[in-house]
């Protein structure tokens, strides 16, 4: 799969698998999340694909009370918010994705530092699965 080219479409491949790929410079052995064609560190093309185990930890989080139209759509709104946050990875990179497992109205049940698992979350409307993680504690 070195030789494909990571577009956000393969991305999206793969998270329908339920996979969570990343990109590691075959030169300076940086990761990135999601993958990237090229490094921003050294300049190199010369990545390979690295699957993430989806283990990490909220490092900072909001809850989104103003939805964009695609969580709209999923049924968020000001009476129903969502969590958005950043999540360093067991690996290293960081991403921004939907927070589930924890109540958006309650924002007191989540804490900086909680234990994230990844989830690949259907969203009625779309046949794509979305990149997400659940609190587990
Ligand atoms: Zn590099």
Redesign the pocket.
């Known amino acids: 799969m070195s030789e494909h080219r990571f577009t956000h479409t393969l991305f999206q491949q793969h998270l329908d698998e339920q996979k969570l790929p990343g990109s590691r ?1 075959r ?2 052995g ?1 990761l990135y999340l999601p993958p990237r064609p090229l ?1 921003p ?2 300049h ?1 093309g010369d990545m390979s694909a690295e699957m993430l185990g989806g283990q990490g930890r909220l490092i900072a989080f909001t809850a989104i009370h103003i939805a964009p139209t695609v969580m709209l759509e999923a049924g968020y709104s000001v009476k129903n918010p969502y969590f958005a946050g950043i999540v360093q990875l067991a690996e290293g990179p960081a991403i921004s994705a939907q927070i589930i497992g924890v109540d958006a109205t309650q924002p007191q049940n989540i804490k900086i530092g909680s234990q994230v698992q990844v989830a690949f979350i259907e969203r009625s409307g779309s046949e794509h699965r979305a990149l997400a993680f659940e609190v587990i504690r």
């Open positions: 410079c030169n300076c940086e490094c560190n050294c190199s």
